[in-house]
């Protein structure tokens, strides 16, 4: 017994100290990487010291002497914050995720090759002006003294690895990432060109957007003239069946004059929509060389120049222009699939050879091969029949890292003009608004010249469908302080009917810039309370357009339930408004969704009608295009002897609706609040295994939020994950050209990507609340707000 007893108490002490060794280590972990802001550092190659000085939210603003040093210390300090999120998105666009995740990654890591996204960085890379080079560099060796010196973020500990130095090609990297991530047709166009053998040409054509239901455009008075009209390949009425844009990228900006501002000053407002995560997509940064550059706002972890944000002299901001800039073409191989046939002749067929290795240990050794156009990607579409070819606007000749570096040294409209020409494989709606009080918007985009409808796989036997060049960048629309006094962009059609070349047909749907537009005309003059307002916007002119036409139809309807009747009456007596604790939102969100599934999945095989539920935007232009009068084949459910009409199938959506709500919320519809069953968590990437969510607090949420992705502040869903956010503003900017010490600003998450700091997501609750923090520009302002100041000296 007493030999037990010792055994037992041996035991108890050996768990105790296994315990208390864990408990440790897990703070080591947890706490090691956390930087003191306020500890001078040494800092290899600097010439001069640099003061670092953060404010409340840990926000750094860097004075430097000169632009070495400058870069010198966002390297590092952008490492002291976002380091182990620098070396995922550096790895993305390597194509070795496997390395650090496991083999499950080959394919996405193959695919991310495919792309030869470094190849084109190191072409930008060797044609850069010195400065742009000397700049990289610096940032790189900031960044590479950091990690010689510092302990690193807990992922790389539960990971196991080691970063390696940073280059400046992988800085550019970053861009050729963005141009992926806010590329158009990936999707959508293979979709298609499934859904042809399930459907008829009306019904497929009935997904198509008919623009005429969207008249909406970002520069509706921009012409060219006749002579350059004239010598285009294309009219953009021939191509009224393209598609290709995938769903969740959206943006808002506007500004407004000196003559419509409160201020007498021009007032810029910017909110970029990206996919919602932690760490976040941007970081807050202002950099500032006395007399030489002070330059303020977002930029990526890794790469050193704002990418939206404002100087001493220029406000500007970005939303994607939606170019169909993505087309795929059916190859025909020879036998050994060595070669592909081209106008008559065999071409070799570019083959690349790729080793990935695996955190297992193991080393898969796979084949790349490449058209003259770009690469085949059956493996990635999972098109085993037909060998597929795509062509990319990423793969295009462009220089994004000259633009950003030069908007961050402009200093006026030309200037300005001058450093957008070069922004085109990241296509964007640039804002733009100066201390000198003018407005204007420049469509910085690059628009292939291509034949064809661009709605099929082009064949890819001939150069009849190969793109003939870019829209030059002097025949982009743009405008300069046009006489009503405000410039706004949200996504949808760029420009009138008549402009000669063809942009896309999938624009956003134009709900928000409808009532973005709407908002800026209420008033004869607004100021930044009116912006901050229109950020937090929710009320819908899609449930505007929509909801009457739901309601005629209930009302013809005999059938209805007491609950039915309840919920009904909440929808009746809706002001549009998709706040918290509406009951009528839950109503419209599902019964709209209910209405487009049941349009749809009578007709599709079980696996397209998931497709088509991730593919949202073509499930809007049927709804739009039914609601337009349109006759169509999709109302009538195949299934059932009886003909439906667009009324019977408004009401049996809306009885599967009140069952939904009923058995998720309960059968009392005051109780239906929208954000009982709209919610967003902030995820990290390591957050999907609960033992480290719980161990580093990775996550944040659920939180009820309002608002949908047709509200002007998006809290965006896919109909195959309801109601659960993962898309939505990334930031949100308002800039005062009177005073830039006034401007205010928020993101979704913080300054810091280390799960234990006080700056990881602390700023996501004033998100949600629709608050801001101030944006200090003046070195005075500055310096009153510092909590923390540090000091980079040299050795």
Not at 144 to 163: D, K, Q, T
Not at 198 to 208: S, Y
Not at 352 to 362: A, H, N
Request: charged share 25%.
């Amino acid at each position: 017994m007493r030999t037990l007893k010792r055994i037992l108490l041996g035991l108890l002490i050996l768990i105790v100290i296994v315990v208390a060794a864990g408990y440790i280590l897990l703070k080591s972990m947890q706490n090691d990487a956390l930087p003191d802001y306020n500890r001078d550092l040494i800092l290899s190659r600097l010439t001069d010291s640099v003061s670092v000085f953060r404010d409340e939210n840990g926000i750094p603003h860097i004075f430097a002497q000169n632009e070495k040093d400058l870069y010198r210390a966002v390297g590092f300090v952008m490492a002291q914050d976002r380091l182990w999120q620098m070396d995922l998105l550096r790895r993305v666009t390597q194509g070795r995720l496997s390395e650090i995740l496991g083999k499950d990654q080959i394919n996405t890591d193959l695919l991310m090759r495919s792309l030869r996204i470094q190849e084109k960085s190191e072409k930008i890379l060797q044609t850069s002006s010195p400065e742009i080079v000397a700049a990289l560099e610096a940032f790189s060796e900031g960044f590479n003294y950091f990690i010689e010196r510092n302990p690193l973020p807990p992922e790389f500990r539960v990971l196991g690895y080691h970063p390696e130095y940073w280059k400046p090609v992988h800085s550019i990297n970053l861009i050729g990432y963005m141009a992926w991530d806010l590329s158009s047709g990936w999707n959508s166009e293979i979709f298609l060109h499934n859904i042809k053998k399930e459907i008829n040409p009306e019904q497929l054509a009935e997904l198509i957007p008919d623009l005429k239901n969207q008249p909406t455009e970002v520069f509706p008075d921009f012409t060219l003239p006749e002579e350059k009209i004239a010598e285009t390949l294309l009219s953009a009425s021939e191509n009224l069946e393209k598609m290709g844009i995938e769903i969740f990228h959206g943006s808002n900006n506007w500004a407004v004059s000196g003559k419509k501002s409160k201020t007498g000053k021009p007032i810029l407002a910017n909110d970029m929509h990206l996919g919602l995560f932690a760490p976040g997509i941007w970081y807050q940064i202002h950099q500032n060389i006395p007399g030489k550059l002070n330059v303020t706002g977002l930029a990526i972890p890794g790469q050193p120049f704002i990418i939206a944000g404002h100087n001493d002299s220029i406000a500007w901001g970005m939303t994607n222009v939606m170019v169909d800039d993505l087309d795929f073409y059916t190859e025909k191989l020879n036998e050994d699939s060595t070669k592909y046939l081209f106008d008559g002749e065999w071409k070799d067929l570019i083959i690349q050879d790729e080793v990935i290795k695996t955190k297992e240990g193991d080393e898969i050794h796979e084949t790349l091969k490449f058209t003259h156009r770009g690469p085949l990607v059956n493996r990635f579409k999972h098109e085993k029949e037909t060998p597929l070819s795509v062509r990319w606007l990423g793969n295009e000749k462009s220089n994004e890292i000259r633009t950003v570096f030069l908007l961050n040294r402009a200093n006026n409209w030309s200037d300005f003009r001058d450093a957008v020409k070069t922004f085109i494989s990241v296509s964007q709606n640039i804002v733009y608004a100066d201390v000198a009080g003018n407005i204007g918007l420049q469509c910085s985009a690059g628009i292939p010249v291509r034949e064809g409808n661009g709605i099929q796989i082009y064949p890819g036997d001939s150069s009849k469908y190969d793109w003939k060049g870019i829209v030059p960048f002097e025949e982009l629309p743009y405008e300069l302080n046009p006489e009503r006094g405000y410039v706004s962009s949200a996504n949808n059609k760029t420009v009138p009917d008549d402009y000669p070349y063809y942009v896309s047909h999938w624009f956003a749907v134009p709900n928000r810039i409808n009532r973005i537009r709407e908002m800026l005309q209420e008033k004869e003059k607004v100021g930044i309370e009116d912006f901050e307002k229109m950020h937090a916007d929710y009320k819908s002119k899609k449930a505007e357009k929509f909801t009457p036409v739901f309601l005629e139809a209930l009302t013809a309807a005999s059938d209805l339930s007491e609950t039915e009747k309840e919920a009904q009456k909440k929808l009746a007596s809706w002001n549009f408004v998709l706040t918290r604790e509406s009951q009528a939102t839950s109503v419209f969100e599902v019964l709209y969704q209910k209405v487009c599934e049941n349009l749809v999945k009578d007709e599709l095989s079980e696996e397209s009608f998931k497709a088509i539920k991730g593919q949202r935007s073509m499930l809007e232009n049927l709804m739009l295009s039914i609601l337009s009068g349109k006759k169509s084949d999709w109302i009538d459910d195949k299934n059932t002897t009886e003909t439906e009409t667009f009324n019977d199938i408004i009401v049996r959506s809306f009885k599967e609706t009140v069952e939904d709500l009923t058995a998720q919320i309960g059968n009392n519809v005051e109780e239906w609040n929208w954000s009982k069953i709209h919610t967003f968590t902030m995820s990290h990437p390591l957050g999907v295994v609960g033992a480290l969510d719980k161990a580093f607090k990775l996550n944040r949420g659920p939180y009820g939020v309002p608002g949908s992705f047709h509200t002007v502040s998006p809290f965006s869903y896919s109909y195959n994950n309801l109601y659960k956010v993962n898309h939505g503003a990334s930031h949100r900017h308002i800039f005062e050209t009177g005073n830039w010490d006034a401007s205010k600003t928020i993101i979704p998450t913080g300054t810091s990507g280390i799960p234990s700091s006080d700056f990881y997501l602390d700023q996501l609750e004033r998100y949600l609340n629709n608050e801001y923090h101030a944006d200090p520009f003046s070195k005075t302002e500055v310096e009153k707000a510092a909590t923390y100041k540090m000091s980079l000296k040299p050795e």
